[in-house]
């Protein structure tokens, strides 16, 4: 009884600290004001957390485990379609890196939503986006960098790279969900309609990965080509 007493205390504070630290960054928010938050005295954050970056810490662990786990098997999935000579192709690489986390924000709003947006507000943070996304998500996306390389032998490394800078950035600021997108639409398509965003952005992204990767020669032929009159 007791242990699942401290399991629904440490939640609680887990769960509010998610949401104030997506809300107001990891230093716009006191230990004082999360505990607040969870209906608890604020003797028992340092009795479940040491610190509050140490409950800063904790807030990412619990589900980046979950969101990795997805983002693997689901690659793994894919590479078992294919056999050794037939490697998985960019659209099916993209597609399970970004899959399962819009379709799992878009059936589980309401318990990921802060989570994501904490990823979005943490992966453009100079101060912890080097830091804190190479700790949990670096080992998982050099899974994925090594299943482009196979799909696209012949590109430059380089390339790769930069096209997962610019999947990483497409795909927080989709996390963020900041209403910009409706505005801009006048209301056609909304920011927070994340089976729209998970049904367009593998093709959209796999084609960039396809552009930027094309081997040099080949591109610079076609910028060669004349055009017909």
């Known amino acids: 009884m007791a242990q699942k007493k401290k399991k629904a205390t ?6 509010a600290a998610e949401r104030l630290f997506a809300q107001h960054g990891f230093d716009g928010v006191t230990m004082r004001q999360i505990m607040r938050a969870a209906g608890a005295d604020v003797a ?11 409950l800063f810490d904790a807030v990412m662990l619990r589900r980046v485990e979950v969101v990795n786990e997805m983002r693997l098997q689901a690659l793994e999935r894919v590479e078992r379609s294919h056999d050794k000579d037939d490697p998985a192709t960019v659209e099916e690489i993209i597609a399970a890196f970004v899959h399962p986390l819009l379709d799992q924000l878009a059936r589980n709003q309401e318990e990921w939503r802060h989570y994501y947006a904490l990823i979005a507000q943490i992966n453009n943070s100079p101060e912890f986006g080097g830091a804190v996304m190479t700790k949990y998500f670096d080992p998982l996306v050099r899974r994925f960098i090594q299943a482009l390389r196979r799909a696209m032998p012949d590109s430059d490394p380089a390339d790769i790279f930069w096209g997962y800078q610019f999947l990483s950035g497409a795909l927080t600021l989709t996390f963020a969900e900041t209403g910009r997108l ?7 398509c909304r920011s927070d309609d994340m089976d729209a965003a998970n049904a367009r952005m593998p093709a959209f992204i796999a084609a960039g990965f ?20």
């Open 210 to 229: 396809r552009a930027l990767c094309m081997p040099k020669p080949k591109l610079a032929q076609l910028k060669a080509k004349p055009k017909k009159k």
């Open 44 to 54: 028992l954050a340092y009795y479940h957390f040491k610190s509050k970056r140490d």
């Open 182 to 188: 409706d505005n801009l639409s006048e209301g056609l």
């Open 10 to 15: 440490s939640d609680r504070i887990l769960n």
